[in-house]
């Protein structure tokens, strides 16, 4: 009898194309069943490198809120990643969005088994446009970023570009059902969001706060083809624990009827 094997069927098999896909991972430090998500990442990653973009956007109450009593006193949640998470119906975790594109149920979020043939889907479209990134820190620990966009064809003035802040391999505590006792103490949590730095704004569901959260980012304007368009944003690092060594940036342009990513690009700070 045969195996089912999942798209995709070979490693190393990449799209020739300059097509990039984003894969958020919405998960949660005190989410047991967390751990599996990161590792289909992580194998996702090692088959299409840096095709592939991957955010670990900690969300929600239930799994991502300090518990302090257990020694969770750390908040990773974002104000866009709540944003994200409301607008998507707060699914339950692990569950990813492939380049924010609906699946076949309907929902933009997703299972991780079902990660792999979205991802492979996205890689074979056609780029649009690509996307250089070009940060500067400066000496009183303030990152600005500017984000280029050329594109291929002309626009309709329907895109929004969004640019997130992600810090890479920070070891904090994470809770594993496979395990007994169930709370790694040195979890390595990869590709967390820090931040958006773009606007753009969400209602939080649980406050009913309006904030500029920056998850689908800012409108870009009507472009002719091979015109390039720009967006610059800024950061402070002053007062957080963020390794700058370890820091990036995420940028992506998004279509403003579908919310679909057409393009996504990831620099790091440091060089």
């Known amino acids: 009898c045969c195996d089912t094997i999942l798209d995709p069927y070979k490693s190393g098999v990449i799209p020739t194309t300059d097509q990039k896909v984003l894969l958020i991972d919405y998960t949660g430090n005190r989410c047991g069943n967390c751990p599996k998500g990161a590792e289909e990442a992580a194998r996702l990653h090692e088959i299409y490198g ?7 956007m900690h969300t929600g109450r239930t799994f991502a809120s300090p518990e302090p009593t257990k020694g969770f006193v750390e908040d990773f ?8 998470y409301d607008f998507f119906g707060t699914p339950g975790q692990p569950t990813g969005s492939v380049n924010f594109v609906k699946g076949n149920d309907g929902n933009y979020t997703m299972a991780s088994l079902n990660w792999a043939s979205a991802i492979s889907k996205e890689l074979k479209k056609t780029p649009t446009m690509s996307i ?10 303030v990152l600005t970023v500017r984000a280029d966009v050329k594109y291929k064809k002309a626009s309709t003035g329907n895109h929004r570009l969004a640019m997130y802040l992600i810090e890479d391999s920070i070891v904090y505590p994470q809770v594993d059902y496979r395990l007994s006792p169930n709370i790694i103490p040195d979890y390595l949590h990869r590709h967390v969001m820090r931040g958006a730095m773009s606007g753009g704004k969400f209602e939080d569901k649980f406050t009913g706060i309006k904030t500029t959260a920056g998850g689908f980012g800012e409108p870009l304007p009507t472009t002719v083809a091979s015109a390039t368009t720009s967006k610059t944003y800024t950061i402070s690092f002053k007062g957080t624990k963020w390794n700058l060594k370890n820091c990036s940036v995420i940028v992506l342009v998004n279509d403003k009827t579908t919310n679909n990513v057409l393009q996504v690009e990831e620099t790091h700070i440091l060089k």
């Open 50 to 56: 840096d095709k592939l973009i991957i955010v670990g």
């Open 77 to 84: 949640r974002t104000a866009a990643g709540e944003g994200l």
């Open 132 to 141: 250089s990134i070009t940060p500067q820190f400066s000496a009183d620990s």
